[in-house]
């Protein structure tokens, strides 16, 4: 494997510590070992050598291109779950099922952030950050995972060799191991989206931000000759969809007047873990006061 | 490429159809790296081109198409757009022009493509083949089914015995209701049983002695400046929980200039307690001198509505001798709530216009359920906030036609004549209009008269009735039981002939919403696929069961099919000419409609109470004169004073009957053995089990609970900490939950948002039938709710036991 050159291996290095800083140092040797390990980086990582400035709040778009991000209103969201359910139903995720077996094992692309013990926080939708620095693609030995131009951290299904770096790396826990090839009884597979494929076992998967609905709505405006306008994407993905109280607003960061621009300038606005320097694409827009997993720690 | 063409040869495995195609070069263009695997289509992906689909023949490759019909899930009938590709449903979303969701759908309607696809349907008539119970069936051909069910109930009816059949039908509202209950009628039986989810009764119950409504309050949340809710799931367990939650995204959204305040008092933290601004605790069952306490302090305080007290409404004078009694130290003693709290509430309540109060199924749970829903009216009526903007409306039904009168023979007269099974009207349940709990009860004594079948539509209670075991009993004395469900459910699988109904994907039917604020909307059902099984849409069913019938049964049917039928009466939208679809001709009337998926009236409500109030005195009822006349016949029947009469009944004298009034809640148990008040509470996701055979719902209410996927198919009781600690209890034991009736197996839960004196276990999980997904998977909390059927409304009440934990 030793077979790249040194210093690609060393500018790996570089571009980890950067945002390492905040990490725990357990996370922090994580992604290191990772990176020695595989002592091998492709060549898609490149583009993104943005450093974060720590502690500053600062937009995570650069002001050019598309940079997909997402509101989630805390205000508003009821924690009734619908976009769980039309995450799984969209992106054909798999049930566990009561097999003591698969205890530990769920896929949840989506998910609730349970309320603590103590009753405080409330029930979190927690989809991929789809961090602008995001740690997942550092580790990935075999560029799996990636970032797109837009900003969506997604993932060849077929290139993962199942070694879980990235899982490991995600400080949100937002990506899952496929345990096994998905169980579905013969009726049910009729209701697979046929736009999304399903995954086999022994590969990461994770929230997309339903990018084959962005692919077809590129097809539609490029059929209809005209723009992406911020109407088409505010709802887009299944979850933003479906979503009763609208708590759920999708669209473009880099432009101003994007709804989802407009709320995460909003003073409610806040991100999870933000000093770990990851600069997730999605924002919590608090119900009172800002609200976070690192609550405690800051 | 090919445009029309069948589907491909299902051998060739190295077809590359055209979906998978553009499934494959869509995610590379994504990834940006074309190179990199184009020859092969991706191997691991489950392929649907080998599952074989009914009518896919109709459809070219690639084709689809997006289905307005409406959902099925629950009784809300919310508007869906089914995406159907290549005649398979693959997402079902909310429909933008349904005004209860507006494009936006709730977990449970999304999943409707499990109920659809649910591997364990039943797929043709079937006939008992053995012993009831053995699971043993012969599957037949649905003439054979037509003719055993004619000869039975034809039989029944030579011998003028037509009141011995029984109907139990689970929907509360819709054409399908009232088809069954014209069969009953042209067929000479008084025994149709509305199966209501239990609780909702209570609310039906109230809304017709104080509003003449039949139908459930209707809260125009998305407009109000105040909610008061006492103890209602509005954000959980209320029958229209999306809508809430949606009024109040479009409230805290786009109300710039106010937010509504939504004050939860309840003794749990529930989740909508969490949600909503404020949380005050409150003692157990005690919402009706909440209400009535809150309500003195206005009247008081001069803050009530007097001119809509003065035009609209009845026996004011006489409430407020009632009001008298709840002075806010008394009230403060028994709610457990601050005399303080009260008296802002109450400046609260005035000092915000419009204020609502909300009740629901959750907070009418207890033994006194009819005395909170009737005290949380009156309150909404001493606030001058039925009828308008921000307030309680009664039910504005769509104008739909109704069928012709039937003319019943003299064997359905003689039939109709005879007094219900149940009770109802009667000495025993002088208010209800339908006692379902107490159908075991007379089926077992035989009195007044045997059963000798039974129909079964949407309703399993084998499973969800308090105490199901009476159920199963009574049913083994049922010598023909007959079961339109299109899932081996409880009541299903010991019934002797099953036709199954569509799924709600596959048949036209109506979609009568709920009552919703101020407008009035009605919403189609239509087939998105094409039947997957032998099943039939009931309604066609029992239209061709009473044509082979005969007489007056088969003249009351003079329908092809449903879809006529339905169709007949919906042309009533079209006549009124002023809702949402605008149509030259009916024809054309009824296809825009079937397009568009939901007809809706927003025309500004007015004021038109005289039209709203459908009581005696066309006003709002403080005092029910419903109940007074109601009460008096039966104790005149008795040659009792009414007095007398309500008192041997164990309800207080005629002058509080009438009136709301508080009474204290009952538990089945003493304090000293079973210690635990158990809370059996409907989740978001499965409600009271019909959904429990859908993985997804199953892990998501876990989700909500914390817990792991593979817990969340257990039954879990959920205990405050400090009780956990006290019983030497941690998270994930087993224990027993005993009730003076029975006891089940959960898992603990320690939870901080339980209040102390409860035990909480979610409905829904421990189906002993209803599929795979279903079967055997936990314990259900009703075997230990003994029925304790409420004289006076004729309800058994679901929060009214006590248990005790002890380790397993």
Redesign the interface.
């Known amino acids: 494997m030793n077979m790249k050159p040194a210093d690609s291996t060393e500018n790996k290095m570089l571009e980890i510590s950067e945002p390492a800083e905040g990490l725990g140092r357990k996370s922090f040797l994580k992604l290191l070992g990772a990176a020695a390990v595989t002592g091998w980086i492709g060549s898609a990582f490149g583009s993104e050598k943005k450093k974060a400035p720590q502690g500053e709040w600062e937009k995570v778009g650069d002001g050019k291109k598309r940079k997909w991000g997402m509101a989630i209103d805390l205000d508003l969201c009821s924690g009734c779950g619908s976009c769980v359910v039309a995450c799984h139903v969209e992106n054909n995720v798999p049930f566990t099922g009561d097999d003591p077996k698969k205890d530990g094992t769920e896929i949840n692309w989506m998910t609730l952030l349970p309320l603590r013990q103590e009753g405080e926080g409330q029930l979190t939708p927690l989809p991929c950050m789809h961090c602008e620095n995001p740690p997942c693609v550092k580790v990935c030995p075999v560029n799996a995972t990636f970032q797109t131009e837009e900003g969506i951290v997604d993932q060849i299904w077929d290139r993962c060799i199942g070694c879980r770096y990235c899982e490991n790396a995600c400080p949100y826990s937002r990506r899952y191991f496929n345990w096994a090839e998905p169980e579905w009884p013969e009726t049910y597979k009729q209701a697979l989206n046929p736009d999304v494929a399903t995954r086999p076992g022994g590969v990461v998967e994770k929230c997309t931000f339903c990018v084959h609905r962005i692919r077809d709505l590129k097809e539609k405006v490029r059929a209809e000759d005209r723009e992406i306008t911020d109407d088409d994407v505010r709802l887009l993905p299944a979850c933003a969809q479906s979503c009763p109280a609208e708590a759920i607003i999708f669209g473009d960061l880099n432009d101003e007047d994007s709804l989802v621009s407009r709320l995460s300038d909003s003073p409610r606005a806040n991100r999870l873990l933000e000093h770990v320097g990851t600069k997730p694409k999605v924002f919590y827009l608090a119900k009172e006061k800002p609200i976070g997993l690192d609550r405690k720690e800051s | 490429m090919s445009q029309i063409k069948g589907k491909p040869d299902p051998m060739d495995t190295k077809a590359l159809s055209r979906?998978n195609f553009f499934?494959?070069s869509?995610?590379l263009?994504?990834?940006?790296?074309l190179t990199?695997?184009f020859k092969r289509q991706?191997p691991?992906?489950?392929s649907?081109d080998k599952?074989p689909?009914p009518g896919s023949d109709k459809w070219y490759a690639g084709e689809e198409k997006t289905i307005a019909s409406s959902c099925g899930q629950c009784p809300i009938n919310c508007g869906i757009m089914v995406r159907v590709?290549e005649g398979?449903?693959?997402?079902?979303?909310?429909n933008p022009n349904s005004l209860l969701?507006g494009?936006?759908?709730?977990?449970k309607g999304?999943?409707g493509?499990?109920t659809?696809?649910?591997?364990d349907r039943i797929q043709s008539p079937l006939k008992r083949d053995g012993e009831r119970g053995s699971g043993k069936w012969k599957e037949i051909s649905w003439e054979e089914a037509y003719s055993e069910v004619a000869a039975k109930l034809g039989a029944l009816r030579n011998n003028s015995e037509s009141h011995k059949l029984s109907v139990i039908c689970g929907r509360e509202r819709g054409f399908m209701r009232d088809l069954l209950e014209r069969f009953c009628k042209s067929y000479g039986t008084p025994n149709f049983f509305d199966s209501l989810s239990t609780n909702d009764g209570t609310l039906f119950e109230a809304m017709e002695l104080m509003m003449g409504s039949s139908e459930l309050p209707g809260y125009d949340a998305a407009n109000s400046a105040y909610i008061l809710s006492l103890g209602a799931g509005i954000?959980e367990s209320t029958c229209n929980?999306?809508?809430?939650?949606?009024s109040?995204?479009i409230s805290?959204?786009e109300n710039q200039t106010r937010r509504t305040k939504i004050v939860q008092v309840e003794a749990n933290?529930s989740?909508t307690a969490?949600?909503s601004d404020e949380w005050i605790p409150i003692k157990v069952g005690t919402y009706d001198v909440l209400a009535l306490g809150i309500a003195n302090q206005l009247v008081k305080a001069n803050l009530h509505d007097m001119d809509f007290i003065n035009s609209y409404t009845h026996g004011f004078d006489k409430f407020l001798s009632v009001l008298e009694k709840y002075p806010s130290d008394k009230v403060s003693e028994i709610t457990g709530i601050p005399e303080k709290d009260i008296y802002r509430l109450t400046w609260e309540l005035a000092g915000s216009k419009p204020a609502l109060v909300v009740v629901d199924a959750r907070s009418a749970a207890t033994s006194n359920g009819l005395e909170i829903a009737r005290c949380a009216l009156a309150l909404n009526a001493l606030l001058g906030n039925i009828g308008r903007p921000g307030g309680l409306f009664s039910h504005k039904s769509a104008p739909v036609l109704d069928w012709a009168q039937i003319k019943p023979d003299t064997i359905a007269q003689h039939g109709l004549q005879q007094p219900a099974l149940d009770g109802r009207g009667l000495e025993k349940y002088p208010l209800a209009n339908s006692v379902v709990d107490a159908f075991p009860e007379s089926v077992l004594s035989g009195n007044p008269y045997s059963t000798e079948a039974l129909l079964i539509y949407y309703s399993n209670p084998l499973y969800t009735k308090n105490d199901p075991e009476q159920f199963k009993k009574a049913f083994d004395k049922i010598p023909f039981i007959v079961s339109f469900s299109p899932f081996m459910d409880e009541s299903t699988f010991s019934a002797d002939l099953i036709l199954p109904d569509h799924t709600y994907l596959e048949r036209w039917e109506d979609a009568t919403p709920p009552a919703m604020g101020p407008n009035s909307s009605m919403g189609i059902r239509r087939p998105v696929v094409e039947p997957?099984y032998k099943s039939k849409n009931t309604g066609d069913v029992v239209i061709e069961i009473a044509q082979a019938l005969g007489a007056s049964v088969g003249e009351s049917f003079p329908w092809k099919n449903f879809k006529e039928a339905m169709e007949e009466r919906m042309l009533g939208l079209y006549n009124a000419r002023n809702g949402s679809i605008a149509a030259d001709d009916p024809e054309a009337f009824l296809k825009k409609l079937n397009k568009l998926g939901a007809w809706n009236d927003e025309s500004a409500p007015g004021e038109n109470f005289a039209e709203a109030f459908k009581t005696p005195s066309k006003k709002f009822e403080f005092y029910s004169q419903m109940a007074e006349s109601k009460i008096r016949k039966i104790a005149q029947g008795k040659k009792k004073s009414p007095d007398e009469y309500l008192r041997d009944i164990g309800k207080p004298g005629m002058q509080s009957v009438c009136l709301p009034h508080s009474e204290e809640p009952t538990f089945t148990g003493t304090e000293a053995e079973f210690p635990l008040l158990l809370r059996p509470y409907k989740n978001?996701?499965y409600a009271i089990g019909s959904g429990a055979n859908i993985?997804?719902?199953?892990?998501?209410a876990g989700?909500?609970?914390?817990l792991?996927?593979?817990?969340s198919?257990?039954s879990w009781v959920e205990v405050h900490p400090s009780t956990a600690e006290k019983l030497g209890l941690e998270r994930g034991d087993e224990v027993w939950v005993e009730s003076p009736i029975g006891k089940i197996k959960a898992s603990v839960l320690p939870t901080?948002?339980v209040s102390p004196s409860m035990a909480l276990m979610a409905l829904g999980s421990g189906h002993t039938q209803l599929g795979?997904f279903a079967k055997g998977?936990g314990a259900n909390p009703k075997r230990l709710i003994p029925a304790n059927i409420d004289p006076l409304s004729g309800l058994s009440p679901r929060f009214s036991t006590r248990v005790r934990i002890t380790r397993a």
């Open positions: 979906r499934k494959t869509g995610a263009a994504a990834a940006g790296a990199a695997c991706d691991y992906s489950i649907q599952i689909v590709v398979r449903a693959v997402k079902i979303n909310g969701v494009g936006k759908l709730g977990p999304q999943t493509l499990f659809l696809y649910d591997p954000f929980g999306i809508h809430f939650a949606r109040q995204g805290r959204r933290h989740l969490k949600e997957l978001i996701t993985p997804y719902l199953r892990e998501l989700l909500q609970k914390g792991r996927a593979v817990e198919w257990r901080v948002t795979r998977k």
